[in-house]
């Protein structure tokens, strides 16, 4: 199976600040990767499919980039509203795996 | 707009069978542009990817859980079902059934709200 690193794990930073969560994959998966953000008590939420493409009606401030074996998920001006756990996952091949997510917290 | 809703026991006993049903509205699960999944998260962990039902009631399964896992779909009732045999602790999780893509890029879109099902004698 192919595995997923997310990192960092967790992260706090401030209303404005520019975030940057990574995912690496042990192979290549082209660009067959999503993001979603989970907030306490609720389902995954779709923000990002196929690497790069915004889900519709997810705020533009998301942005996701990479190909291969390296993905990033960027916030450009982190709100409260962003406070969440996000997760990667490859869509590649099967089994389909996730990453181990990373919590961000606001400052 | 596209609905999905979990249900079944929420308790179920060591050794015995875990099942779920989804039932889905605004979309049918005849459709065969989508994949009908289950995915699972025990409490405070990461997401685990069980496996789909496609609507010709092809299946595919986590190799993790590939011998205790069954998928079936109902187009009548416009329902997918999971059953999980022989569970045990480790089984407790929150259960999401979850629409897929069946075209690339893949998604998965929406999501249901999850059922928490707690292993327990």
């Known amino acids: 199976a192919i595995q997923m690193t997310q990192s960092p794990s967790s992260l706090s930073a401030s209303v404005g600040d520019r975030v940057t969560i990574t995912c690496r994959a042990s192979?290549?998966?082209?660009?067959?990767l999503g993001w979603y953000q989970q907030k306490p008590g609720k389902a995954p939420k779709l923000l990002i499919y196929?690497?790069?493409s915004l889900q519709s009606g997810v705020p533009s401030r998301f942005s996701g980039s990479g190909s291969g074996t390296d993905f990033t998920l960027t916030i450009s001006s982190l709100q409260p509203e962003d406070s969440a756990t996000y997760y990667c996952?490859?869509?590649?091949?099967?089994?389909?795996?996730f990453g181990g997510g990373t919590k961000v917290e606001i400052k | 707009q596209v609905q999905l809703q979990e249900s079944g026991p929420g308790l179920v006993k060591p050794s015995e069978t875990l099942s779920l049903t989804c039932t889905v509205s605004?979309?049918?699960?005849?459709?065969?542009?989508?994949?009908w999944c289950w995915i699972r998260q025990p409490p405070g962990k990461g997401l685990e990817w069980i496996g789909y039902?496609?609507?010709?009631?092809?299946?595919n399964y986590n190799p993790s859980l590939k011998s205790r896992v069954t998928m079936s779909i109902d187009t009548s009732k416009n329902q997918f079902s999971l059953k999980l045999n022989s569970v045990t602790a480790a089984d407790t999780a929150v259960y999401y059934c979850?629409?897929?893509?069946?075209?690339?890029?893949?998604?998965?879109?929406?999501w249901g709200q999850g059922s928490l099902v707690t292993v327990s004698s």
């Open positions: 979850v629409r897929r893509s069946g075209i690339t890029p893949n998604w998965f879109d929406p």
């Open positions: 039902v496609y609507h010709t009631g092809s299946t």
């Open positions: 605004g979309a049918s699960v005849s459709s065969g542009t989508y994949y």
């Open positions: 996952l490859q869509d590649y091949n099967y089994p389909l795996t």
């Open positions: 192979q290549g998966i082209k660009n067959d």
């Open positions: 196929g690497a790069s």
